[in-house]
């Protein structure tokens, strides 16, 4: 014989336990809403543009099938295509000579500054330091116009500064030079991340770490050495990754200084001009734009994992 227990026995009441589960409910809800935004951002804004460049570079456009639709598959044809294309691995070597010396000179530079700022505590630290955003802050069509204006051979006012030293002018912006020309600018933009990314992750660090190595007798550098860049590796290695991936795809000031004529041609430039450039011979190379487009995804992703498994076994 069985003995019904009363909701007063127990203490729960048939409607608190009938409560749980709404608010469960709700709380999921809640939850899906918030989420909800995001996921509609990052599918309409990435995931279509991605899926929809990968399908074109499969596909072979012409003016008639990008309006009407229809193009052919194609498969790999237009990445063989851009491969075996004479300007390719020229295009590839610029891209990596104006990557790799940007980001070596920002990282250099920002560390100096970062360390500079956090170590001389002095009246207008904060505002140097207000300063030296000021490029970041700038219209990347602003910089370039400036840059474009400086580096101008007869007006410009680096040729005029290196003239009081008697130094023939330069042809900055040339087919020869432009090269560097875009390296210097892009270089001048990159500083400010790195000065803010680095100088946070100094704070971060103990300073009594270096109050007790300089009891121990530790020289400035060998603080430096022991402590700081150890210490600093995490932040390094994420500043380097997204300063990477950033300069993988600038179009803009390359785009302002020089249309990318010459030797400033990067992936980007080379993509953006077979897609938006002027002439009819640009016009309908959409398919080989998307296919530079998705090479550099993949040279970006490439990277990507390979932090993702550096950052593994660091934790582990």
Known sequence: MTTPVSSAATGHSPSAVTQRPRRRRSTRWVAIAFVAPLLVYLVVFYAYPLIENVTMSLHRFDRGSFVRGGAPFVGLDIYREVVSDPRFWRVVSQTATFT???????????????????????????????????????PVIVSG???????NPDSGVINSFLGVFGIDPVWWLNADNALMSVTIANIWLG???NLVILYSGLQNI????????????????????????????PVSVITVLLGLVYTLKVVDIIWIMTTG????????????GMAFGKGASTVIRYSQASAVGTILLLVALAFGVVYLVMQRRRED
Do not use: K
């Open 145 to 151: 116009t400036v840059w474009q204006w400086m580096m």
């Open 206 to 233: 103990p300073t009594d770490l270096y109050e007790a190595s300089s009891l121990d007798g530790a020289s400035p550098w060998q603080q430096f050495w022991r402590i700081t860049m150890p210490l600093l590796r």
């Open 100 to 138: 790799v010396v940007s980001i070596l000179f920002q990282y250099v530079i920002g560390l100096a500054l970062a360390v500079f700022f956090h170590g001389g505590q002095f009246r207008l630290s904060a505002a140097l330091r207000g300063m030296f955003l000021v490029p970041w802050l700038l």
């Open 191 to 193: 500083i400010p991340f």
């Open 261 to 272: 004529a010459g030797s400033s041609q990067t992936l980007a430039t080379w993509s953006y």
